[in-house]
Nanobody, 124 residues
C-alpha cells in the first residue's frame, strides 16, 4: 500500500490541525495505520494508531486527550485531529500502515509502508 500524508502547516499554540493520510493500492481496511512524528535530532515517536476496522485505537501519553485518530475506509483515508497544540508538538508527522494490530506502543519496525511526512510547526 502507498501512503500520502498532508494537512501540516504553521499554527499558534492552542490551535488545531487535521492531518490526512490517503492510501492507494490494496484493501486499506486490512491495514492498521499509525501516525509517528520526528523532530530534528530526535528518534521517531509513536503518536497514535488505529486498527483496520477502526474499532481499536491507541495513543501515546503525550497526546492522549488532545489528538484523535479516525479513518474512513470508503475513502482510504486516516485522519489525525490535533487540538490544543503545543510548541513541543512541532515535528514532521508520518503515517504508516501494517497488516495486523499491535497492542500497545508499536515500534516503527512493525510498519511496512510509510508516507513521506508532513511538517507541523506550532508557534508559541
Amino acid at each position: 500500500v502507498q501512503l500520502q500524508a498532508s494537512g501540516g502547516g504553521l499554527v499558534q499554540a492552542g490551535g488545531s490541525l487535521r492531518l490526512s493520510c490517503v492510501a492507494s493500492g490494496r484493501a486499506f481496511n486490512g491495514y492498521a495505520t499509525g501516525w509517528f512524528r520526528q523532530a530534528p535530532g530526535t528518534e521517531r515517536e509513536f503518536v497514535a494508531g488505529i486498527s483496520g476496522s477502526g474499532g481499536s485505537t491507541y495513543y501515546s501519553d503525550s497526546v492522549k486527550g488532545r489528538f484523535t485518530i479516525s479513518r474512513d475506509n470508503a475513502k482510504n483515508t486516516v485522519y489525525l485531529q490535533m487540538n490544543s497544540l503545543k510548541p513541543e508538538d512541532s515535528a514532521v508527522y508520518l503515517c504508516a500502515a501494517a497488516k495486523g494490530w499491535y497492542q500497545g506502543v508499536p515500534p516503527p519496525s512493525f510498519f511496512g509502508s510509510w508516507g513521506q511526512g508532513t511538517l507541523v510547526t506550532v508557534s508559541s
